[in-house]
């Protein structure tokens, strides 16, 4: 039972460099999430994916691509990593029968600093 | 401005002393969610509250929904180093059940 899981679970990049986040959650989910937490700013929503091929913009989608050929994967990809890109990147998935009030649940996240 | 606001940002108690920590905000909300995070974890679901003026306990914590759907209070009672974490509450937004995540509570209890 892997529920959701995430890699590389940390990475160095260089500013400029293109680095992708995968996530693969393994219970069929519908809704996928890709979220950032900083101090001070809690989890931001990045972009979301309501079922595959549909993806949605979040508050924090600049600088960020995503895509979703398959249910289970949802990467997110950094096109020319910034500085202010470094975070701690967190997927989410969720299902459609929980509806407003229905659980999300996180892979472990994956810490990305940006030199 | 953060939609959602929580409050203390951080606490640091001692094991067996009892806390509050609050989220509020000036929009009214079908439902709210509680999330506790561990270190170099993802947060996990602590509840769910969708009535106004709703309680709910989970053994030691006691969650409630304010009367107007517009604020949340959680309260732990004899806290425990177990306890230790963030504390997020977060709120359906739009459609495509978007959650959004207040700043959080960072909770530490010591020996």
């Known amino acids: 039972d892997a529920g959701i899981t995430q890699s590389p679970r940390y990475k160095i990049t260089e500013t400029g460099r293109q680095v992708t986040l995968m996530c693969h959650q393994t219970w069929s989910h519908s809704y996928m999430f890709w979220y950032r937490q900083d101090l001070g700013h809690g989890l931001r929503l990045i972009y979301y994916?309501?079922?595959?091929?549909?993806?949605d913009k979040g508050e924090v989608s600049d600088g960020y691509v995503v895509s979703r050929s398959k249910t289970e994967n949802f990467p997110l990809t950094l096109e020319s990593a910034t500085r202010s890109q470094t975070s701690v990147y967190f997927c989410?998935?969720?299902?459609?029968?929980?509806?407003?009030?229905?659980?999300?649940?996180f892979g472990e996240g994956s810490r990305l600093t940006v030199l | 401005t953060q939609l959602l606001e929580q409050s203390p940002q951080f606490l640091s108690i001692q094991e067996g002393e009892n806390l509050t920590v609050y989220c509020n905000s000036s929009s009214v909300f079908s439902s709210l969610q509680w999330y506790r995070q561990e270190p170099g974890e993802g947060p996990v679901l602590l509840v769910t509250?969708?009535?106004?003026?709703e309680v709910k306990k989970l053994k030691r914590l006691t969650f409630q929904f304010g009367d107007a759907r517009k604020d949340s209070s959680l309260h732990i009672t004899a806290a425990q180093p177990g306890d230790t974490g963030l504390y997020l509450c977060a709120v359906n937004t739009g459609t495509a059940s978007k959650l959004t995540f207040g700043t959080g509570t960072r909770l530490q209890v010591t020996l």
């Open positions: 509250v969708v009535t106004g003026g």
């Open positions: 989410a998935s969720r299902t459609l029968a929980g509806g407003v009030t229905g659980e999300l649940f």
């Open positions: 994916s309501a079922a595959a091929d549909i993806t």
